[in-house]
T-cell receptor
Framework: GESVGLHLPTLSVQEGDNSIINCAYS??????FIWYKQESGKGPQFIID?????DKRQGQRVTVLLNKTVKHLSLQIAATQPGDSAVYFC?????????FGAGTRLAVHP | DGGITQSPKYLFRKEGQNVTLSCEQN?????MYWYRQDPGQGLRLIYY???????QKGDIAEGYSVSREKKESFPLTVTSAQKNPTAFYLC?????????????FGEGSRLTVL
């Protein structure tokens, strides 16, 4: 079946460094991709999304890169801050359904 | 405030009891979803509804039931048939039927079976 996997369950970075969180998806028919941030005990919050007709999209301090050839998605966070510490989920899908990955925990150290 | 309200935030249940988790939204979104989250795992889809009086099973619907009598409300019942109900339950909405797009999530309900 369809799956979405994150490459590392935990990522530790120094405050001020750039963070890169990676994700792989299995369904080549997916046309929509999204990243969420989840803080402990709360619901996921939208970070950024991208459609399959794009390779890159930028937001405030965040960039999503999509490589459809190898079915890979990444989230880049510039100048990582302590408030960025959370679990990050990628999801892919289309039409009415999103398949979520297991999440990567980002730990930001001073 | 516009948003999604899930209640209760914490719920304890004895084995063999049914419980109902509430999800109410005032975003005027057509589609509503229930996901289950277990530690170290991604979100898994239980049920979803694109329109009032209609809903579809997700990937892990066994032991759960839903209703969609009003656009604003999509309650989830965890029945005694659900073998491992202890989890964090998330309700989400999406504007438009059958379209791709962002899901908006509530703050979740944590169910613990004693």
């Amino acid at each position: 079946g369809e799956s979405v996997g994150l490459h590392l369950p935990t990522l530790s970075v120094q405050e001020g460094d750039n963070s890169i969180i990676n994700c792989a998806y299995s369904n080549s028919a997916s046309d929509y991709f999204i990243w969420y941030k989840q803080e402990s005990g709360k619901g996921p919050q939208f970070i950024i999304d991208i459609r399959s007709n794009m390779d890159k999209r930028q937001g405030q301090r965040v960039t999503v890169l999509l490589n459809k050839t190898v079915k890979h998605l990444s989230l880049q966070i510039a100048a990582t801050q302590p408030g960025d510490s959370a679990v990050y989920f990628c999801a892919s899908g289309g039409y009415n359904k999103l398949i979520f990955g297991a999440g990567t925990r980002l730990a930001v150290h001073p | 405030d516009g948003g999604i309200t899930q209640s209760p935030k914490y719920l304890f249940r004895k084995e063999g009891q049914n419980v109902t988790l509430s999800c109410e939204q005032n975003l005027n979104h057509d589609a509503m979803y229930w996901y289950r989250q277990d530690p170290g795992q991604g979100l898994r889809l239980i049920y979803y509804s694109q329109i009032v009086n209609d809903f579809q099973k997700g990937d892990i619907a066994e032991g759960y039931s839903v209703s969609r009598e009003k656009k604003e409300s999509f309650p989830l019942t965890v029945t005694s048939a659900q073998k491992n109900p202890t989890a964090f339950y998330l309700c989400a909405t999406k504007s438009g039927q059958g379209t791709t797009g962002e899901l908006f999530f509530g703050e979740g309900s944590r169910l613990t079976v004693l």
